[in-house]
């Protein structure tokens, strides 16, 4: 389930979007734009994915 919070991410955190769902247009809700995984559908390595995220957050800068 994607919660508010996480479809705002998306939209506006770049580096944290998952897949864009193939024949989403504008106009439709922003939560079904994007194909999310579940946990039982993959294998997390946690320290890897965390180490990601760490370098994500890192790069993230302000538009002037």
Do not use: M
Request: proline share 5%.
């Amino acid at each position: 389930c994607l919660t508010l919070l996480e479809a705002w991410i998306y939209e506006y955190f770049p580096e944290f979007r998952p897949t864009t769902r193939h024949g989403w247009t504008e106009g439709q809700p922003h939560v079904q734009k994007w194909v999310i995984r579940t946990r039982r559908s993959r294998v997390i390595d946690q320290e890897a994915a965390l180490h990601d995220y760490h370098i994500r957050l890192d790069r993230i800068t302000t538009y002037v």
